[in-house]
């Protein structure tokens, strides 16, 4: 289906051919940063929301943790990252925009660099310190987790936003 449109209106490239990653790839998890970006102005930055975290952690957590699993796990760029702080710190409004900003410039920027689909990553651990399965990672499976990952938090403050 080459040459096909997303619902934002954005070419999206068909990744058959060349087994790449690519803007069209990524669409959908742009997609939900820049609804994250829509919603933090609206955000009651310190309600509880999901599992105890504040919206505002909960926003930083979930630009936080796509920006790392595009830069450190798809790229491999170093890309520290104090996973703990995300849900144990008060940021600001802006601070939180910032990192989200941050999270779609790295979605260009793996689209500029194109690794291949088939690559093989190294995700992080589990949050408990164990691997995350016994399979190979590639790099469509990070983005496949990153963006469903970024798909639940935003469904989360999208609710959040509406009460």
Do not use: K
């Amino acid at each position: 289906m080459h040459g096909a449109w997303n619902g934002h209106h954005e070419h999206m490239d068909d990744t058959t051919a060349s087994g790449q990653l690519t803007a069209g790839d990524l669409a959908e998890l742009r997609a939900y940063l820049h609804r994250l970006l829509e919603l933090v102005p609206r955000l009651r930055l310190g309600e509880r929301v999901g599992g105890g975290a504040t919206a505002g952690q909960l926003a930083f957590h979930a630009a936080e943790s796509s920006d790392f699993w595009l830069r450190r796990v798809i790229l491999g760029d170093e890309r520290p990252r104090d996973r703990e702080a995300e849900f144990t710190t008060t940021r600001a409004r802006e601070e939180i925009e910032r990192a989200v900003s941050r999270a779609i410039a790295a979605c260009e920027e793996a689209a500029r660099r194109a690794p291949r689909l088939d690559r093989r990553v190294e995700p992080p651990p589990l949050p408990d310190g164990q691997p995350r399965g016994h399979l190979p990672w590639t790099v469509v499976m990070a983005l496949v987790h990153v963006t469903a990952h970024a798909a639940e938090h935003v469904g989360q403050l999208d609710v959040a936003a509406a009460r």
